[in-house]
């Protein structure tokens, strides 16, 4: 079982960037399957982009181009740089995988002028 931390949300403006890390309890290297989720109030997770150990990374649709999700197996963390932000990127973003006990406390991603 693992436990993740989230950091590195703010308030950007549009255009701007941020990069937030994922920092797991145990090594990251055995685990298949790691994501990044956003939620809004009142909904439930919903996947962004995810990244398998064998190096395979998908994205939805809105943030391809624009997000690059990335692991750092000596550190534990895994990472989403995000690029070009729009307000519509506003939300909480978590970190998550099979193994995890839980959900975290997640970062507050706003982005707004």
């Known amino acids: 079982q693992v436990q993740f931390v989230e950091s590195g949300g703010g308030l950007v403006q549009p255009g701007g960037s941020l990069r937030l890390a994922c920092v797991a309890s145990t090594s990251i290297s055995s685990i298949y399957a790691m994501g990044w989720y956003r939620q809004a109030p009142g909904t439930g997770h919903a996947l962004v982009a995810t990244s398998s150990s064998g190096g395979t990374k998908n994205y939805v649709d809105s943030v391809k181009g624009r997000f690059t999700i990335s692991r750092d197996n000596a550190k534990n963390t895994m990472y989403l740089e995000m690029n070009d932000l729009k307000p519509e990127d506003t939300d909480v973003y978590y970190c998550?995988?099979?193994?995890?006990?839980?959900w975290g406390q997640g970062a507050q991603v706003t982005v707004s002028s």
């Open positions: 998550n995988a099979p193994e995890a006990v839980n």
